[in-house]
C-alpha cells in the first residue's frame, strides 16, 4: 500500500470516524447516571462495532475490550470494516470511564485510533506504568525510570516556575497513596481524577486551559496506547511500563510479540506514522461536552485528531434524525 493511497483513506477517515464515537457516546449517554456499568458499555460496544463494519477499512483491533475469550465483540485481533480499503490497525475504548458515566460524573468519552497496519502496539489488556506531559519541552525531559519528584523538578525548571506552580494528574485509586505523598512532598498541586486516564493525559497537551503540567501513575495499558495516539497528533512525550507482574501476564505479553516485561515504551514506540484520533464526549468534562439530549435533536461534541497534519478538529454536531441512533 502506497503513502499516497493512505493519505487519501485518512482524510475521508477523519470524518468517518466521528461517526463512530459519535454513535458509541450516544448509545452510552442513554444510559448515565444509572449505575449500571455493564450495560452502558454494552451499549457503547454494540454502536461502536456497528458503525465500524460500514468503514470502507481492512481493520483490525489491536486494543479492545478484552481478548477473544473475554469479550463478546470488539476483541484484540478482531477484524472490522467491509474488508475493502487501506488495512489499518484501531485502538478504540467504545466507553472510557464506565464508573463516571454510570455516575454521570465528568469525563466519560468514546475513544478510536486507527493507523496503518502496524503503527500502533499491540498490547494485553493490563496495568501500566504512565509518565506524559505536553509539547514545547527538550526531548527526554521525562523518565519514567527517575522519582516522581526528580521528573516534576525538571518539568518546573523546564517551564520556568517554581514546582509549586506544576499540577499533576492522577487516578484516585489506593495503589496510588505512595506516589500522592511523593508528589505533594515537592509542594506540586494534584488533580485527582476518578477514571479516563486518555482524557488525564490529553490534558497535558494545553495545561493553559486544563492546569494539567504531567500526568503521572498506573492506568490500564489499552488506555495508554489510546492516550499515545492522541498525544502524538497534538504534540507531547510519554512512557509507559507494561506491570507484566504474574507468568500469566507475561505469556500473553509473550504472544503478542512482547520479549521485555521490563521495557519502557516511548510515544513514538506506542503509537508512529499517521495515526487519526477521535473523542465523543458521554459526560461533560474539561475536554468534550456529553451527548445532549432535545425533544428535536441530540447534539455530540467530537474532537478528531491527525498526526501527519497536526492538525485538531472539534465538531458540535445537531443531530435531528433521532431515529439513526435508535431513538
Known sequence: MSATSLDRIDRGLTIEIARVTERAAVAAATLRGRGDEKAADQAAVDAMRSELNTLPIDGRIVIGEGERDEAPMLFIGEKVGTG????????????????????????SLAVIAIAARGSLLNAPDVYMDKIAIGPG????????SRPAPDNLEALAKAKGVKVQEITACILDRPRHAQLIEDVRSTGAAIRLIGDGDVA?????????????????????????????????CVGGQMQGRLRLDTLDKRARAEEMGISDPHRIYSLQDMARGDVVFAATGVTDGNLLNGVRFYRDRIETHTVVMRSATKTYREIVARHYDRGKFGL
Do not use: F, Q, R
Not at 86 to 98: C, N, S, Y
Not at 137 to 144: K, N, Q, V
Not at 209 to 224: Q, R
Open 200 to 232: 488525564g493525559v490529553i490534558h497535558t497537551s494545553d495545561p493553559d486551559e486544563t492546569g494539567i503540567d504531567i500526568y503521572l501513575g498506573i492506568g490500564g495499558a489499552p488506555e495508554g496506547v489510546l492516550a499515545a495516539a492522541a498525544l502524538l
Open 84 to 107: 475493502h480499503g487501506a488495512a489499518v490497525d484501531i485502538a478504540l475504548d467504545p466507553l472510557e470511564g464506565t464508573t463516571v458515566c454510570a455516575k454521570n460524573l465528568p469525563n
Open 137 to 144: 519541552y527538550p526531548e527526554g525531559l521525562i523518565d519514567l
